[in-house]
């Protein structure tokens, strides 16, 4: 079996306790506007064109089979859907401004990686984090990863939106030691218009899975200016957080590290303009939580 990974990151320390590797999936239900991942929406590799890198010698024109690259008006010009993710462009490109991201790897070769930094992660009480994208779209993929580190006694968090089948979480308890459960916002209706995913599951999974276990489960809200960031809104939240009685809420400050990616991909970044927030900004907020009684930062 093979899981369409994007990449898997060594010596993480934000996404979950101690030192952890994690595990990017591909895929996901959602459209968050700020989405800092956005080469992880689908289950494909996608095409990643820096163009400041870019010398128009038009290499990836005269080489391209599928005849989906164009120069016009000294810019390169990408038929998204004509391409069929052979990377002849990105083998041939010489100043390297063209590569794709994501590929099918196996579930052991995954593995393999990942245990190469079982003593750090012993060392430090860590383990893997599985993320994406969404990893319960590819679920069967993600229980056979699961399956693998129970055996090996290694602890894993998911980071999740919840967007996904009951059932699926449910069967997956035993194997999960942290759930990493993204909530954007505090109603459904609100979910499903900014992020396009199905609020009332999502809020409904949430609470099922808080009644299962409770212990297990950081809310992870990403504080979004002009979507979430009032005082308000993020209060809300945390009251949801307090009365299903999570371990922790996190309060993760937006940030534009991801916002180049747009460009590469060819997409529109929403956000355009808006400035970074920092830990310092959601001082009352964090101070909040804490006087609800639930271990609440800023930040992983």
């Known amino acids: 079996m093979k899981a369409n990974i994007m990449e898997i990151e060594r010596f993480a320390i934000h996404d979950g306790p101690g030192i952890r590797s994690v595990v990017f999936l591909q895929g996901c239900p959602l ?38 690259i164009k120069i016009e008006n000294f810019k390169l010009v990408f038929d998204r859907d004509a391409c069929i993710h052979c990377k002849t462009c990105e083998n041939n490109c010489p100043a390297g401004a063209i590569n794709f991201i994501g590929d099918a790897v196996s579930i052991d070769d995954i593995v393999t990686e990942v245990l190469k930094d079982k003593p ?13 994208g969404e990893p319960f779209v590819q679920y069967n993929a993600l229980k056979a990863l699961l399956n693998k580190f129970f055996e090996e006694d290694i602890s894993v968090a998911v980071e999740t939106t919840g967007d996904t089948h009951w059932k699926n979480i449910e ?47 950081t809310l992870r809200v990403p504080v979004i200016p002009n979507y979430n960031y009032d005082e308000r809104t993020i209060r809300k939240i ?63």
């Not at 750090?120 to 994406?132: C, L």
């Open 171 to 217: 069967d997956l308890i035993p194997y999960i030691d942290y759930f990493l459960f993204d909530l954007k916002f505090p109603t459904a209706n609100r979910i499903s218009l900014v992020t396009k995913g199905n609020g009332e599951r999502i809020l409904e999974n949430l609470k099922k899975l808080a009644s299962k276990a409770p212990e297990k489960i």
């Open 238 to 300: 945390i009251d949801i957080g307090a009365e299903l009685k999570v371990s922790q809420i996190h309060l993760l400050p937006y940030h534009t590290l991801g916002v180049s990616k747009y460009d590469q991909l060819g997409k529109e970044y929403d956000l355009k303009g808006s400035k970074m927030l920092s830990k310092e900004d959601l001082k009352d907020l964090v101070d909040y939580g804490n006087s609800k009684g639930i271990h609440t930062q800023a930040g992983g």
């Open 120 to 132: 750090f992660y012993e060392e430090s009480n860590g383990g893997v984090t599985i993320s994406g």
């Open 31 to 68: 459209r968050c506007p700020w989405c800092a991942n956005p080469e992880s929406q689908e289950i494909k590799p996608q095409l990643m064109y820096n163009e400041e890198k870019c010398v128009r010698c038009g290499t990836c024109v005269r080489n391209c089979p599928q005849h989906a």
